[in-house]
């Protein structure tokens, strides 16, 4: 499934694109598991790992408090616990960076109507990793519906790994999620490249790459 050469370009580049690894059947599943804790209220006690939006727009009826990420998603459904251990995506993992992997976050971004796209900028995931000296930490990214660049895919820059760990900031501008970003972000912008992105693709990158 990961060839010599998809090897070589991971670690060239940083980040590798896994075709279809997850089936129209279980991206039913995961969407009905999302759809459901969307509905959770402030007042239930795991609230605290949904962030929601600013308020921009109106939140339709599937989305009443404009969720757009939730965190430690297996206290919601087992299935986000089960999915952590998906053999296809855990044995491309292990082909990238190796069987030693654990399990460091779970998360889901929800990009409502009205949501910005400049709301998260250029940044490293190293930076909210310890120790960051641990290069061998990847992201894994999983498209439940089709998506680009255009509407709202994650970007990255290739090769951006083999900088190190990079100087982060928080945002100034306005409207922004106060999360840190790298501080030369606008040197990222003309060398970032996106993909597009079928329901059940996957993103995998190592945490050090600008995205």
Do not use: C
Request: aromatic share 10%; glycine share 6%; hydrophobic share 40%.
């Amino acid at each position: 499934m990961i060839t010599p050469e998809d090897k070589a370009a991971f670690e060239e580049n940083g980040f590798h694109v896994l075709r279809s690894a997850v089936s129209p059947n279980e991206i039913a599943l995961l969407k009905q598991a999302l759809a459901k804790m969307l509905l959770t209220s402030k007042q239930h006690p795991y609230a605290k790992n949904l962030a929601d939006a600013p308020d921009i727009a109106d939140n339709p009826p599937d989305n009443p408090r404009g969720v757009w990420a939730a965190f430690n998603l297996q206290l919601f459904d087992d299935i986000f616990w089960d999915f952590a251990y998906h053999p296809i995506i855990a044995h491309a993992v292990d082909a990238l960076i190796g069987s030693d992997i654990n399990l460091y976050e779970t998360a889901s971004i929800h990009k409502v109507p009205g949501f910005p796209n400049n709301y998260r900028d250029w940044h490293q995931d190293s930076v909210y990793s310890d120790p960051q000296s641990n290069d061998r930490n990847v992201t894994v990214i999983t498209f439940l519906d089709e998506m680009d660049g255009e509407s709202g895919a994650t970007w990255v820059v290739p090769g951006s790994h083999k900088q190190g760990a990079l100087p982060h900031v928080l945002p100034t501008e306005s409207l922004s999620s106060q999360a840190k970003e790298v501080a030369d972000k606008h040197l990222y912008s003309p060398k970032g490249v996106a993909f597009a992105y079928q329901p059940g693709d996957v993103l995998i990158f190592l945490v050090g790459v600008v995205h």
